[in-house]
């Protein structure tokens, strides 16, 4: 249960960020608009709890990083460090 709320508080940490990145809300349009979303990729990360799989959103140009984990780091010191 555990691993469930804080995959889900990550997940929307995520969106959040992205949403602020691409200054627009998913399926909102804008003229101006520096990117777009595109989909997710999955990445686990273990913690002492057990393992964590998150949904971390991406842009079509592959500039999106996100600040909730380190780059190349599957391991709970690298979620937000």
């Known amino acids: 249960m555990a691993r469930t709320i804080l995959s889900k508080i990550f997940n929307e940490l995520m969106e959040k960020e992205i949403d602020e990145y691409l200054e627009n809300t998913a399926y909102q ?4 608009r520096i990117t777009y979303r595109n989909g997710y990729y999955e990445r686990d990360y273990t913690t002492k709890i057990g ?4 949904r971390v959103p991406r842009t079509r140009d592959g500039k999106f990083s996100t600040e909730v984990s380190e780059r190349y780091q599957r391991n709970e010191k690298a979620l937000l460090s």
């Open 29 to 32: 349009r804008d003229p101006n």
């Open 51 to 54: 393992t964590l799989t998150l």
